[in-house]
């Protein structure tokens, strides 16, 4: 089992910056795959970015080049790097992790951004 919890957000104004923090918990040895996604009002939720053991990271067309996805084995904490903040980040972000090998997911609770002038 592995528990999930997020930090990090809040209200922001276009053009700044957050970082978001996703601290995982007991067996933690068995993760692969970590990643962000997020959900706005009325729409499904999709793929920020994800990353591996190994530190290969994938991520959105929409965020490339203004989110950066880190992860510290030592604490078992993943973060999100936002920066360049527009309206269109605003959504609940969650926190994910894939067991490895097998088709297992957990999923945190999210945490709201608000980008707003």
């Known amino acids: 089992q592995v528990r999930l919890v997020e930090s990090g957000g809040g209200l922001v104004q276009p053009g700044g910056s957050l970082r978001l923090s996703c601290a995982a918990s007991?067996?933690?040895?068995?993760?692969?795959?970590m990643g962000w996604y997020h959900q706005a009002p009325g729409k499904e939720r999709e793929l920020v970015a994800t990353?591996?053991?190994?530190?290969?990271?994938n991520y959105a067309e929409s965020v490339k080049d203004r989110f950066a996805i880190s992860r510290v084995s030592a604490n078992n904490t993943m973060y999100l790097q936002m920066n360049s903040l527009k309206p269109d980040d605003t959504a609940v972000y969650y926190c994910?992790?894939?067991?490895?090998?097998?088709?297992?997911?957990?999923w945190g609770r999210g945490t709201q951004v608000t980008v707003s002038s």
């Open positions: 990353i591996r053991r190994s530190g290969i990271t």
């Open positions: 994910y992790a894939r067991v490895m090998g097998m088709s297992l997911e957990y």
């Open positions: 007991g067996s933690t040895y068995t993760i692969g795959v």
